[in-house]
């Protein structure tokens, strides 16, 4: 009787990792594959199942005459997207590290200030910067974009940072300072090896977000400077452009190589 | 007032928040010589070598070495090695660039032959280019050792050196480090919580507690002559009986029992004491005895040559006793004994107000 009721449960167990897992995988992965699959495809349009394999989109993407405007989009965005992490760096590092040093009682009431962007919808955030940028007399711009970014994004590498900080035995940087070191010496070469790995991890965070970032760019945006995320919309619009697969595919091999290369950073960094 | 050599702490106080961790400690380190830090978790240690080091700043009280007063020397400018507690090595350095790491100053060639000659003095030669991650536990704290050692400190501080390697490997260690000291003849200050440890390693021991320094002292002399209850008790086992002062020389404790001192105790007839005794300085008889105490015998448990006796006191004191093996009765779990205490050994203290 237990046992039939021991080997039910089990039964039950497996049912359920692997049914949810599977699941999980089917919704996260699925999507992507078909997008890649799709960008293959020889047909005029996008479609599935694809008619024939080619590379045509891709060939049209990368033409600069024929898609100029995206290359424009691109660049525009991954401009975005360097600066946004070069702020957000410049401002949650420091911080980071700084409030693992706090009293806890300090740090406990600031911390979750500090992430609160994070459980804001960024679609609100962007409509009250809007408003506040009017306000001020003040338009949609590049600099009023990277800092939407910057804003909503920096508890990302908030996160990953503080989490290593406060990992971090403060007799490290005590051993230091009993060895001569100034503190400039200190944090360059015993704190910052140690929330290095955050930083880079918050980094691919924050550049993946702010590249495919709608509500933010849209709103706070130059309406004369296309963004990549604004113009694949524009484009699905018109038409089904088989280049907006293309664009995923570019983007999935980029993040993919990125993640990689993160990873072996943080192996080698791990020892 | 002061002697130009040694270090010398004056009349530290310290508070973290409104709790005062240190009160009026003071004491001195000869120059060259190792004084052990004693004191049972919370008592201050760690706090007073964090005040020498640096690392804070005492409320008030005086810290000098050799005659220049380091009270108000920013830590990175104190000359002093640090062994920490679980090592803080930077794991992402070799062991070699961890030990060059306080000698960014000196040329690349005098850094790197002064990083040989200390990886020779802890014998990690082979494993200058491995992260410290990947060593033993004893292999950690020598690499630490010479990390401290290697800007030629004028004194070594040592937090709980041995505190986070197995017991066997500690002993070696100790002997490790006693040779090196003989070496390099480096003023040393260590804390730590074990007595053994700190008996091995150190010629003059500071015992503390609650703050305060309790006595100052070789080992021998803080075994023999403890200055308080909380010394006799936290320095081997001490037995504690109460009893009332009788005349000069004279006891009698609370069951009863009249015991003789052969020297006056500095305390008024009727006050109320507590009077220790070693184990080592009670013998066990199954007969009547003037002068000894009866109790039950509980149990007897063999150590090498010697028994270690466990008895319980009228009152329901437990006493220890330890006797030689060979002689002397072996009585029945129990069976009533009788406890004499050798009475030159006896040390006498005020009845027991804060336990030890």
């Known amino acids: ?271 | 007032m002061m002697s130009d050599t040694g270090l010398h702490i004056r009349n530290v106080d310290h508070s973290y928040g409104d709790k005062q961790v240190l009160h009026d400690v003071s004491f001195d380190v000869p120059d060259g010589k190792v004084v052990a830090l004693l004191g049972p978790s919370g008592c201050g240690k760690s706090t007073i070598l964090r005040a020498i080091a640096g690392l804070i700043t005492p409320d008030r009280g005086t810290i000098s070495l050799a005659g220049c007063d380091l009270t108000r020397v920013q830590v990175r400018n104190r000359k002093l090695g640090m062994v920490f507690q679980n090592f803080a090595l930077f794991s992402h350095m070799t062991v070699a660039e961890n030990i060059a790491y306080g000698l960014a100053h000196l040329p690349k060639t005098e850094r790197k032959a002064r990083v040989e000659r200390l990886l020779e003095l802890v014998r990690l030669m082979p494993f200058a280019d491995r992260f410290p991650p990947s060593l033993s536990g004893g292999q950690q704290q020598r690499v630490a050792v010479a990390r401290a050692l290697a800007t030629d400190p004028a004194a070594l501080l040592m937090d709980e050196p041995f505190g986070a390697l197995d017991r066997a490997l500690r002993a070696e260690l100790q002997a490790e480090l006693v040779r090196m000291q003989d070496d390099v003849g480096i003023t040393t200050v260590m804390v730590t919580h074990d007595q053994e440890e700190a008996q091995a390693v150190a010629g003059q021991l500071v015992v503390m507690n609650d703050g305060r320094v309790e006595q100052v002292g070789t080992p021998e002399e803080i075994y023999d002559r403890p200055a308080s209850l909380f010394v006799n008790g936290f320095i081997g086992h001490a037995n504690q009986v109460a009893a009332t002062v009788t005349g000069p020389g004279g006891l009698r404790t609370a069951d009863g029992t009249e015991i003789a001192m052969n020297r006056a105790v500095n305390f008024i007839p009727g006050a109320p004491v507590t009077v220790t005794s070693r184990p080592e300085h009670l013998t066990l008889s199954t007969r009547i005895h003037p002068g000894a105490m009866q109790a039950r015998f509980d149990r007897a448990v063999v150590m090498g040559q010697f028994l270690t006796i466990d008895a319980t006191l009228a009152d329901g004191t437990a006493v220890k006793a330890q006797v030689l093996r060979d002689d002397g009765p072996r009585p029945e779990k129990g069976e009533a004994v009788w406890l004499s205490p050798d009475t030159s050994r006896l040390h006498v203290f005020p009845a027991n107000t804060n336990g030890a």
């Open chain 1, 1 to 271: 009787m237990l046992d039939t009721r021991a080997k039910f449960s089990t039964a039950l167990y497996w049912v359920f990792v692997w049914g949810c897992g599977l699941l999980v995988l089917a919704f996260m992965i699925g999507p992507i594959l078909l997008a890649l699959v799709m960008s293959f495809n020889s047909g005029s349009t996008l479609r599935f199942p694809p008619e024939g394999f080619s590379l045509r989109w891709y060939e049209m993407l990368f033409d600069p005459i024929a898609s100029g405007p995206i290359h424009t989009a691109a660049k525009n965005s991954i401009e975005v997207a360097l600066s946004t992490v070069a702020l957000v760096t410049l401002i949650t590092a420091p911080a980071a590290w700084a409030l693992a040093r706090a009293p806890k009682r300090f740090s406990g009431s600031v911390e979750p200030i500090l992430l609160a962007p994070l459980v804001l919808p960024s679609l609100v955030y962007a409509l009250a910067a809007l408003l506040a940028l009017s306000l001020l007399g003040l338009g949609p711009s590049f600099i009023a974009v990277l800092i939407g970014h910057a804003a909503v994004f920096a508890p990302l590498m908030f996160r990953t940072v503080l989490g290593l900080a406060q990992r971090q035995n403060p007799a490290l940087e005590e051993a230091s300072e009993t060895l001569g070191a100034s503190r400039i010496r200190t944090f360059l070469r015993i704190s910052l090896p140690g929330i290095l790995p955050g930083i880079f991890a918050g980094a691919f965070l924050v550049f993946m977000q702010s590249l495919d970032n709608v509500s933010v760019t849209l709103f706070l945006g130059d309406p004369g400077r296309t963004m990549l995320p604004l113009r694949l919309f524009a484009m699905l619009e018109e038409s089904l452009d088989g280049r907006v697969a293309a664009v995923s595919g570019v983007l999935i091999l980029a993040a993919a190589i990125l993640l990689v290369v993160l990873q072996r950073f943080g192996a080698r960094d791990a020892r």
